[in-house]
């Protein structure tokens, strides 16, 4: 079976750059563009199809980035518009594509939008934003809560209105049922792909519509605390006056007419109650994005039977749609401490890359997970993530996973020569990218070879999907193909050596995979802890 061209997404690998922490190059603490154009040869010797970078636009970094000031322009902590073009051009000559970040759901309280629709009730931008009435007592207009802690309604003076906001009262929520926003968004939009970009990364995509009618959110019947702490009140509501909005269809359909002129493709992060729903109403049909992840495998559940649960789910609902399977990003704790606790991350760092590569989807990556580097361990007084700090220590926020990338074992890991924003962690300065080079058992060169091998295995990229029953920690699936042999993947995700006993009635050989320990003896796999297996069925 031979795939459309046009589906070359279906088969690509994705990688998260976050660009405050890749690399700095001038020497100001923060990572910039110039940084990325650097290291393009390292991405693109890793095999990786597609770079993601998180926002690098005009911003007062409250959200660092995710607060744009200015949607068509690069931050002059990051560089200029004609550093991107050299990035772009750099990234093509050495066969990577660019998606950028692109962040409609809100925007900054500078961005002059917003600046604007606060200085009256009348002007012309008075309705791009989400403006309310206070209720006869002066409370807000209803129930809704913004993800980082609080009322999502913050008072105007001026306009002696409230606005919502989704996250940080610093990030007002533009207001979709207003064409003029959703033109805005899409003119933006053409901007980059005008100058190259090829893809674009949609965040909080649920989060593009809100109820007309304000209407509370009822309490939510099972409280989420996988993708919130529960020390956020945020998982009692359920969310369906607040996000997840019907109207948000006709616009993905908009977004994609504007993608297909340019034949870019998006990924969306959807962001709620029942992810998977969305995740496959959103990717369905082929006029809407092309794919979509959730934070169902970002949570701390690392058992086998909650990773198959979601693979299975989305299978059952998702018809045509495409998932990316994210393990770890800017949003959580790194992988290899989040799911690898108690374990050896170099070996964990190692199987769950496999198993990520393994699965059905397009795997997105983050940086530093090539090199399984784990959370690390940003004292009190550093923390910079205002979300860490409002919950602070029931959760420590996000910045244990956004500290800086260590390339070499010399001061700052050789990140800056300045004063990082972020420390380095001396843990990932010991096994920084230059020590892993030389190192052939490395997570990193492993993951050279992981994903190199992957691209000689249609089953694993196009194949479908069948789990094996097993008991825990042992993953176990099988990925066919017409026309192919089918292939057994195991993967081992506990601290101790267990052993799997092949299904009966089929014989296996062991694949030349890039090096997972775990081997067959008389249709018995041992797996070591942290260890996986891939074979061939007969
Ligand atoms: C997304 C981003 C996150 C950001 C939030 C608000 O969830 O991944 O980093 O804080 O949106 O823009």
Redesign the pocket.
């Known amino acids: 079976m031979t795939r459309p061209s046009s589906l070359w997404w279906q088969e690509a690998i994705i990688y998260q750059v976050y660009p405050r922490s890749y690399l700095d190059t001038n020497g100001d603490g923060v990572g910039d563009l110039n940084g990325i154009t650097d290291r393009l040869d390292y991405i693109a010797q890793l095999g990786v199809d597609i770079v993601w970078i ?1 926002p690098f636009f005009k911003s007062p970094m409250k ?2 980035g ?2 744009i000031a200015d949607y068509c322009d690069v931050d002059p902590m990051f560089g200029t518009l004609d550093d991107f073009d050299r990035l772009i051009a750099k990234a093509h000559s050495v066969g990577v594509k660019i998606m950028i970040d692109q ?1 409609m ?2 925007c900054s309280e500078r961005h002059p939008w917003f600046v604007e629709s606060r200085s009256s009730r009348d002007n012309p931008k008075a309705d791009w934003f989400v403006w309310a009435d206070p209720k006869p007592d002066g409370n807000p207009p209803n129930n809704w809560l913004s ?2 802690g609080g009322s999502a309604w913050q008072w105007d003076a001026r306009r002696k209105q409230y606005y919502m906001h ?2 940080l009262t610093s ?1 007002p929520d533009l207001n979709f049922h207003n064409p003029e926003v959703q033109q805005a968004m899409l003119d933006s939009l053409r901007f980059w792909l005008r100058r190259g970009v090829d893809g674009v990364r949609l ?2 995509v649920t989060f593009h519509f809100h109820d007309k009618a304000l209407r509370d959110n009822p309490v939510a019947t099972v409280r989420d605390t996988s993708t919130v702490t529960d020390a956020n009140p945020y998982g009692m509501q359920a969310h369906v006056y607040d996000k997840c909005r019907p109207e948000n269809v006709p616009f993905l359909r908009r977004v994609r007419e504007v993608l297909d002129e340019f034949n870019a493709v998006s990924i969306g ?1 959807v ?1 709620a109650d029942d992810a998977l729903a969305f995740m496959a109403e959103y990717t369905a049909g082929g006029d809407k994005l092309h794919m979509a992840y959730s934070f169902n495998l970002l949570t701390e559940d690392s058992s086998a039977r909650h990773i198959r649960t979601q693979v299975e789910d989305f299978k059952r609902r998702v018809k045509d749609g495409w998932a990316s399977w994210s393990v770890g ?3 959580v704790p790194r992988v290899a401490t989040r799911w690898g606790k108690g374990k050896d991350p170099r070996a964990f760092g190692k199987v769950a890359l496999a198993m990520q590569l393994s699965l059905k989807g397009t795997p997105t990556l983050y940086q530093g997970d090539e090199l399984a580097f784990t959370e690390a361990d940003v004292p009190y007084e550093l923390i910079q993530d205002p ?1 860490g700090i409002t919950f602070w220590p029931e959760f420590k926020g ?1 910045d244990g996973c956004r500290t800086p990338i260590a390339w070499t074992d010399g001061p700052n890991g050789g990140f800056t020569t300045g004063t990082p924003w972020l420390p380095v962690a001396p843990e990932h300065i010991a096994a920084a990218a230059s020590v892993q080079e030389t190192d052939v058992d490395s997570p990193l060169n492993f993951a050279r070879r992981m994903i190199a091998w992957r691209r000689t295995m249609p089953q694993l990229t196009r194949g479908d999907i069948e789990f094996l029953d097993a008991p825990e920690p042992v993953l176990a699936f099988r990925r066919t193909l017409a026309g192919e042999r089918s292939v057994l993947c195991l993967f081992n995700l506990g601290g101790s050596d267990v052993t799997f006993t092949l299904p009966q009635a089929r014989g296996a050989a062991k694949l030349p995979q890039p090096g997972l320990p775990g081997d067959v003896v008389d249709g018995v796999v041992t797996l070591p802890a942290c260890g996986g297996w891939l074979g061939y069925e007969a």
């Open positions: 998180s959200d660092f995710y607060d962040v759901s809100h993800v980082f989704n996250f990030q965040d909080a992060e962001g990003n800017h949003d979300y996000r």
